[in-house]
């Protein structure tokens, strides 16, 4: 075995060295391409009290969005007075995905999805206040839920604790609104 050159054994260490320092990247992308592979799809269940129609539906398989699925939602919560559909954005059902998670619930009863233009304008008119003359509601970007079995003060608490939207409280219809504009909160802190 020949003698090593203090040349030598430094361009060792530093081989060792860039070797420590590239496991913790390998190590992570190794985990994060099994948590990728391990996601699990996600499911939501609605009933719409207006119209009582139902749905039961995987809208994403783990690594995307499912296109009919989306639009078997975006049917369900069309404007029930209008018939008018709108394309919903799907970061609302992740919203209500993770609430169904934290909350355990099953079916969210769907009070208020998409409404049109002329419907927003007639509940501003007549329904005494609450509604936004340029309400997320007519982008597609807000819903008011209830999850039975959840009273809805927890429900609000948890779409707050989630931080991925805007939260309003109606105790008195007993009801929550969710949407995917800025954070922000509205309604009673406490019921």
Do not use: C
């Amino acid at each position: 075995m020949r003698d090593q050159s203090p040349q030598d054994t430094l361009s060792r260490r530093r081989l060792l060295l860039k070797g420590f320092m590239a496991a913790p990247i390998g190590l992570h992308l190794a985990s994060a391409k099994a948590a990728q592979g391990s996601i699990a799809a996600r499911e939501l269940s609605f009933r719409h009290t207006h119209t009582d129609e139902r749905l039961e539906v995987v809208y994403h398989d783990g690594r995307s969005y499912l296109t009919p699925a989306l639009q078997r939602i975006n049917w369900l919560l069309r404007d029930f007075r209008s018939g008018e559909a709108q394309v919903m954005d799907p970061q609302l059902f992740d919203i209500l995905h993770a609430l169904r998670i934290n909350l355990g619930g099953e079916t969210f009863e769907i009070i208020s999805a998409y409404r049109s233009p002329a419907t927003n304008d007639m509940l501003r008119k007549t329904g005494g206040g609450g509604v936004a003359k340029r309400s997320l509601h007519m982008d597609g970007r807000a819903i008011d839920i209830r999850l039975p079995g959840v009273p809805t003060a927890r429900l609000r608490d948890a779409a707050i604790e989630l931080g991925m939207g805007g939260v309003g409280y109606y105790p008195e219809s007993d009801f929550v609104h969710v949407d995917t504009g800025a954070v922000r909160t509205w309604g009673p802190r406490t019921a």
